[in-house]
C-alpha cells in the first residue's frame, strides 16, 4: 500500500533519494520496490510489538536495540531533509527522526511524540490506507493523487510463469484461506462449499506460512492433487508472487494476496467477518475487488463461489471451463 507514494515522489521530485525504514522481517518485499526503483536504499527498524519472527521478549528488545542504533547512525551519516512516518498507531520511529535531528517530519498525530511533526496528515478511518499515506504528499509540496492499486515492480504478461504442478496449461486460482489475525478466518464449512464450487471449473492453488499448512491440508482431504494443491510453508515471498501472478484470480480472508492480485489487475475476493478485514483497507471503486461480508443474512457460500468464478471467467475470455 505504500508504493503508489514512494512512485509519487519518485516521478516528481526526478533527483529524490528515498531511504525506507521497515522491519527486517520486511527485506524481500523491501528488496523488491528497491528494485523497482521506488526507493534507494533499506535500513531495519525492529519495534519489539511488531516483531513476530523473533521468539523471546528479549530477543526482540535486543534486536530491536541494534537494529535502531545501527539505523541512527545510517541516518546520521546520510542526513535526510524530510522524515516521513507512515504508521498511524504505535510504534512509530518519530524518536529516531528526532534523535537525527531530521529538519522536517511529516506523519499522523494520533500518538507519542507527534508534538514533533512540522505537518500533521489526517487521519479519517473510513478513507483507504493507501489514500492516507498518498494524502501526505500536498504535505510535501507535491501534487495529491488517488489511490488505485498498489505496485509491485513486476509485470505481468503472458510470459508469466505458472509453476504449478501439471497446470503450466491450466489456469488455476490463488487461495489464501488463513490470517496472521485469528479473528480475520471464516468456518472451514464455509471454505469446503466455496472449494467445492472453485475445484469444479480451476484448480486451486493454496498458499501460507508452515503454521497454516495443517489447517490447508485439511482441505485438501478428499480432493485429488489435479484440482487441490498446496504450497504452503514451501515458498519465499518471492516465490508466492510469481504464483499470484501467474494465476487466474486470488480468494482469501487476508489482505496479503488481495493486495497482489489488485495490483495484478486479478479478479479479488475477500471474505469478511464481524467487521473484520474492513473494506476501507482496500482501493475505493476498485472493478476487480468483490468483497463479501460472511455474516450479511443473505450470505451463501455457493453464490460467492459461483460468483467470483463468473468474475475470473468474465477477466479471461480465453479461458474455458
Known amino acids: ?16 533519494e528515498i531511504i525506507l525504514v521497515t522491519g527486517s522481517w520486511n527485506e524481500p518485499v523491501a528488496q523488491m520496490l528497491r528494485e523497482g526503483g521506488m526507493c534507494d536504499v533499506v535500513c531495519h527498524y525492529d519495534a519489539p510489538a511488531l516483531n513476530r519472527s523473533t521468539s523471546g521478549y528479549f530477543r526482540r528488545l535486543g534486536r530491536f536495540i541494534r537494529s535502531f542504533l545501527i539505523t541512527r547512525s545510517q541516518l546520521l551519516r546520510e542526513r535526510p531533509d524530510i522524515f516521513v512516518d507512515l504508521r498511524p498507531f504505535s510504534p512509530n520511529t518519530l524518536l529516531l527522526a528526532r534523535l537525527c535531528r531530521i529538519p522536517f517530519r511529516v506523519g499522523f498525530g494520533l500518538r507519542g511524540l507527534s508534538f514533533t511533526l512540522q505537518r500533521v496528515i489526517p487521519y479519517d478511518e473510513k478513507i483507504s490506507v493507501g489514500q492516507l499515506y498518498l494524502n501526505a504528499l500536498p ?48 468456518p472451514s464449512e464455509i ?29 485438501a482431504h478428499g480432493r485429488q492433487r489435479r484440482v487441490f494443491e ?29 493486495h497482489v492480485g489488485i495490483a495484478f489487475d486479478l479478479p479479488v475476493c475477500v471474505l469478511g467477518v464481524r467487521g473484520i478485514s474492513q473494506r476501507a483497507s482496500y482501493p475505493e471503486d476498485n472493478p476487480n475487488l468483490f468483497f463479501v461480508n460472511v455474516d450479511s443474512e443473505d450470505f451463501s457460500a455457493w453464490k460467492v463461489g459461483s460468483e467470483f468464478v463468473q468474475r475470473v471467467v468474465a477477466h479471461r475470455v480465453d479461458i474455458r471451463t
Open 1 to 16: 500500500m505504500i508504493s503508489p507514494f514512494l512512485l509519487e515522489i519518485k516521478r516528481q521530485l526526478q533527483q529524490v
Open 139 to 186: 504535505l510535501l509540496g507535491l501534487r495529491g493523487a488517488r489511490y488505485e492499486k498498489p505496485f509491485l515492480g513486476m509485470q505481468r504478461g503472458r510470459d508469466s510463469r505458472t509453476p504449478v504442478s501439471g497446470a503450466r496449461a491450466e489456469p488455476y486460482i490463488l487461495f489464501q484461506p488463513t490470517s496472521g489475525e485469528i479473528s480475520r478466518e471464516i
Open 191 to 219: 471454505w469446503d462449499q466455496i472449494l467445492d464450487v472453485l475445484c469444479s471449473h480451476f484448480k486451486v492453488l493454496a498458499v501460507g506460512s508452515a503454521a497454516d499448512q495443517p489447517r490447508i491440508d485439511r482441505f
Open 230 to 258: 498446496s504450497v504452503a510453508g514451501r515458498t519465499n515471498i518471492r516465490e508466492a508472487l510469481e504464483y499470484a501472478k501467474g494465476s487466474a484470480g486470488c480468494i482469501g480472508v487476508d489482505s496479503l494476496f488481495a
